[in-house]
Each structure stands twice: as C-alpha cells, then as structure tokens.
C-alpha cells in the first residue's frame, strides 16, 4: 500500500504541527486520515464531505493537495465509498472500514501498558525466512513487531499476549510461510525470563517514547480542539502495536508506560467532547 507523505507546515503560532513533532517519515497524510475517521467520522454518523477534511487536515499542517489524496486512495482500497452532491463530494465510510475503526479504536482506549491479569503464557511464533526472501523477512519483522512480539532469536517471536492468535496467522499466511508454526507455552524453567524479556524488546527505547508523550501532552493544550484530540490519539495510537504490554513483574518499578496511558485517558477524556462539538459546527457549515 502506497502512502503519500504530505507536505508539513508551520501552525498559524509557529509552534510545531502533529506531523512535524513525530519522526521524520513516520507519519502520513493517509495514516493521520484514519485517526480523523475513528476519532471524528466514526462518532458522528460515519460520513463528511471533502470540504470538512480539509479544513482540519489545513489545522494539522496538512497541504490540500495531500489531504485529496488520501481520500481518493483510501476510498480506491474500498474504506470510503464517494458520492457527487452538485459540486461537491460527500465521503461514506464502508461497513469494512466501520469495523476496522471500531477494533481499533477498542484496542487503543483499552491498551494500559501492563498486563494486569496474565495467566503466565506466552505466544510463540516459529517462523524461519529464506534468507534470499526479503520481502518475507521484512514483513514478518515489521508486522510481528506491530503485533508487539519480541524477537528472541532467529526465526523465534514471542509475546505474553494470548489474543494474538489470529492476526499470527493471516501474517505468516501474507508471508508466504505455511510452515510457520504458532504455540501456547508456560515457562518451566532454565535461564532467567528477565533476561529473554531485555533481549526480546528494547524497554529504554520504549521508556523514551513514553517520556516524550508525556512531555508534550503534560504541556499547556494549543486553543483548537479538533487539533489537540487528533494529535493526542494519533500520539498514542501507535503503543499498543510497538507495546507488548508485559506483565508487571517484567518492568521497571516507576514504569512510564503507566503514566501515558493514565495521561492519555485524562486528556482525551477532557478534550473529545469540545472537539466533537466543534466537527459537528464544521459539518453544518460545509
């Protein structure tokens, strides 16, 4: 799937927009249209002509040009069905891309960063690539590691998450692999799980991101609603796919995790409802 990185601008205060905050390649015009459609669309009757997204895209730092383009190329892979009004084009979210949303969207506001009932199983991939393979390699790597496994060793992933079951599967069924195998496993006993839990994610590379959400959400909210929202779910959206969210034992004491999730739930808490007020007023009046 093709995404087209959209031009950045300034904010009319100079301050930094959602897409320049993040790293640099990581975001899309496409991807901050999925927040827009779960946080604003999805709520409010699942429908919203072209005029209102760009205007919160315009918000965002987002060109015209690049918001367009995400719509079309969202609606060619049949997430949005499209109708001529005059002149104007009204946007339908499909029955396919309602439940996306709505999975999502549970999965984002229901993710804590800790395992707080784990019954001590693991998930465990085996899924071995030929090395000459790299686009099996690549997909296997990047989607596992979104599905918030740990890479223990070659061809080994693991997680302690056992709802991962199906999404497994339909990877190493898209790789390529039917030799791919998928297990439910206690640990009995060897080598401490500490130890396999530091090799398999990297928790100081996770502890940073964490920090940095907490930083810049603790900060003093800019004045539009629909910006502060969208940026605050489009921040958070990605930890519970580069989260595995382990079990407690297996993290630090004063673990930042926790407190970006109870500071995204505060926030998102306070702002939605301004911020659906406010799409409600732009939907009237495009």
Partial sequence: MTETKPAVLAGATGEPTL??????????????????LGELVLPTGGEAWTSAFI?????????????????????????????RVGRRTLWRLTPAAEQLLRDGTERIFGFTAVAEDWDGRWTVVIARTPETDRAARHMIRTRLRWAGFGHVIPGVWLSPRSDRGAEVLQILTQAGLPDGCLFAAEYQGGGPLTAMVGQA?????????YDDFIITFSAAAGPDPLV???????????FPWIDPGLPAQFLPAAWSGTAAAKLFARQHADWAGEAIAEWKQLLART
């Fill in 201 to 209: 994610w990297d928790l100081g590379e996770l502890t940073r991101a």
């Fill in 228 to 238: 502060r929202v969208i940026d605050l779910v489009h921040a958070w959206r990605r």
């Fill in 55 to 83: 205007d919160v895209f315009g918000r965002l730092g987002v060109e015209e040009k690049a918001a367009r383009q995400a719509l079309m190329r969202t609606a060619a892979d049949n997430w949005l069905s499209s109708e």
């Fill in 19 to 36: 897409l320049r905050r993040h790293a640099a390649g990581t975001d899309s015009a496409r991807s901050v249209l999925f927040t827009v």
